[in-house]
């Protein structure tokens, strides 16, 4: 009886809200809408505005589905690959399937002051 309370007590300070992102600025927002309709578009601006690439510099900009399930037979991801304009390389953005963002990166030699390089 006295673990069922433990668990309810250590649970009651555990806080799952997500916090939501500021919006993207409306000038990259545009940017990437004319490039690529796409849900996740908000997302991206935001990962791409807060690499510090101005809009100009924004190439394109695609989504790959990542697939899941046991078949493999439903979407549970997207990743957001950006090319900037005269630069080898993308900023990558992996995203689960409402758009959060999990985790942003740079392939293909491409190199952003605060985001890591993968090489793979």
């Known amino acids: 009886m006295r673990i069922p309370v433990l668990i309810l007590a250590l649970l009651g300070g555990v806080s799952c809200a997500v916090q939501p992102q500021p ?14 309709p796409h849900p996740c578009n908000a997302a991206a601006a935001r990962v791409i505005a807060d690499a510090g690439v101005p809009p100009d510099q ?3 900009v695609s989504y790959q589905p990542v697939w899941g399930g046991g078949r493999q037979e ?7 690959w950006t090319r900037l304009r005269g630069r080898t390389g993308f900023l990558v953005a992996n995203m689960d399937d409402d758009c959060r963002v999990q985790v ?8 952003i002051d605060g985001v890591r390089s993968h090489s793979y």
């Open 74 to 80: 439903m979407i549970v991801g997207y990743i957001a």
């Open 104 to 111: 942003v990166y740079t392939r293909g030699g491409l190199a």
């Open 23 to 36: 919006p993207p600025p409306a000038d990259m927002l545009r940017r990437i809408a004319a490039l690529y």
């Open 58 to 60: 924004v190439e394109s």
